[in-house]
């Protein structure tokens, strides 16, 4: 009974939501994207002819507004053809994600080789060049058990991830994006990004609902 009742009142809310009315009437696929919209407008993430990857892509909002973004920014550029992103968008996610004009998507585990070297062919540049990624996102979590302690681990363990491909593919003057919650394993989040970035800040746009122990870190500059 009582979780039919949490299931009712979190439908109530849902539809209620004034960000989920928002993403209905501006085409975004979530109500995630404003999330980022608040973060990129206080901290200017996304800039012109950046190489943009957002990890755990699916269902596709986050992607969706830095095309926008981009998008604008190739407005003011003579050299991008006509309603195209001044930069490049690559989401990868091991679940299938319906097309999004001019974001190259790639199904599959970003930690296994094969993903890896499809990834790295997209890229523009040399290899030897170095990293060659600006900014990564990642809207990643798992599927929680409600097991307070399994459920810490599991997204620390995400944030590693993002962290250690941040690491290898991001230049130094980048910025990591990566969704955590507040509890049990987030202060050890926030001290593995502190050993890695210059500036670390937490972040906690308005469209995530206050009841949430959401949150997002943000890492910029390699040290």
Not at 88 to 95: F, G, K, N, R
Not at 123 to 130: K, R, T
């Amino acid at each position: 009974m009582a979780k039919n009742k949490f299931n009712k009142d979190w439908l109530n809310d849902h539809l209620n939501d004034p960000y989920v009315k928002m993403a209905q009437r501006e085409g975004y696929r979530a109500r995630a994207a404003y999330k980022l919209k608040e973060i990129d407008e206080q901290d200017r993430l996304i800039r012109p002819g950046m190489v943009v990857v957002d990890l755990g892509s699916t269902p596709g909002s986050w992607s969706q507004y830095v095309r926008q973004r981009l998008v604008e920014f190739g407005k003011k550029n003579p050299h991008v053809s006509e309603g195209k992103p001044d930069g490049q968008i690559i989401a990868i996610d091991i679940l299938p994600m319906e097309p999004i004009a001019d974001v190259t998507y790639l199904q599959g585990d970003f930690r296994e080789e094969e993903v890896l070297r499809q990834f790295e062919a997209l890229l523009p540049g040399n290899p030897e060049d170095g990293p060659r990624v600006d900014l990564v996102l990642s809207d990643m979590a798992p599927n929680l058990s409600g097991v307070g302690v399994a459920d810490a681990a599991r997204m620390a363990h995400l944030a590693e991830l993002a962290l250690e491909f941040a690491k290898a593919h991001m230049k130094p003057e980048g910025a990591l994006l990566i969704k955590c919650f507040h509890g049990s394993g987030y202060s050890q989040i926030v001290e593995s990004f502190k050993k890695v970035f210059k500036v670390v800040a937490p972040r906690k746009p308005k469209a995530s609902r206050d009841k949430s122990a959401e949150t997002f870190l943000l890492g910029k500059n390699f040290k």
